[in-house]
């Protein structure tokens, strides 16, 4: 299967899984419901979840409901991140992926408790992977989660990246914040599986190949949305295009080496690439 139909494969059944995983809209309370769904489904290129499933394959575990499960509690945290990224208090951003943002869809109230809910949403459904798979390292897994997400991963990322706003940054802030506020969560979706099913040999590389690609994303990211005279700390304030392009391939190169079986490990290798071409670098 080429990696275009692979990521369409798993994206639908992941997309099931999610549906599946919350609440709908007929429960009461309609709107939360409702707001969690509407910013779930908006669009996204579930490159986190993506990452875990193409991990699974890497170490021969079999894509079930305990891999699309993490998958879809990666992609429910990240979604929650970007609810919260959007408001008012953080970007104010009015459009996320060209349609209104949650808190300019429904209210400011709203979109915070939104956030709050798919993050709690998520626990629920790492509770359930537990109960798929009774002899998982859930212990691990719970501690891999909680280090990426809190005040030491993504949470610490974005109060580093609100703090250097309009303010004379260097590469090694930059750098905090690429590796916390994106890097982090893209770390945990390459080592989830290898942490939950017990394969300690695969954890280190796996790790790298997640840090390698987060770091590279977030570059890439600063690139395309780079402008001379915005207030966001950005690689490119600090290393100019040419240097974050530079920044960019060797993080991409080096998640490559990261992964030492190149025909088992062929999607996530095609994950880099899928990712040079999303961003035209």
Known sequence: MNLSDYIQHHTNNLNDT??????????????????????????????????TIASADYLGIPVDRVIYSLGAMIEMVHTYSLVHDDLPAMDNDDLRRGKPTVHRMFNEAVAILTGDALLTQAFELMAAIGSYKKNG??????????RALGSKGLVGGQVMDLEKKNVPVDEEDILFIHRNKTAAL????????????????????????????????????????????????????????????????????????????????????????????EFHL
Request: proline letters at 4%.
């Open 18 to 51: 999610l549906d599946s995983s919350l609440p709908k809209e007929a429960v009461s309370p309609h709107t939360i419901h409702r707001a969690m769904r509407y910013s779930v489904f908006n669009g996204g290129k579930r490159l986190r979840p993506m990452i």
């Open 137 to 146: 390292d859930m212990v691990s897994l719970l501690n891999e989660f909680t």
């Open 186 to 277: 893209i770390t945990f979706s390459a080592v989830a599986v290898p942490v939950f099913f017990k394969r300690q040999h695969f954890i280190a590389d796996m790790r790298d190949f997640g840090e390698s690609l987060g770091m590279a994303f977030q570059a890439g990211d600063d690139i395309v949305d780079y402008t001379k005279d915005g207030n966001e700390p950005s690689v490119v304030n600090v290393l100019g295009i040419d240097g974050a392009k530079d920044l960019f391939y060797g993080y991409i190169d080096k998640a490559r080496k990261a992964i030492k079986h190149k025909k088992e490990g062929m999607y996530l290798t095609g994950i880099c690439d899928w990712i040079k071409e």
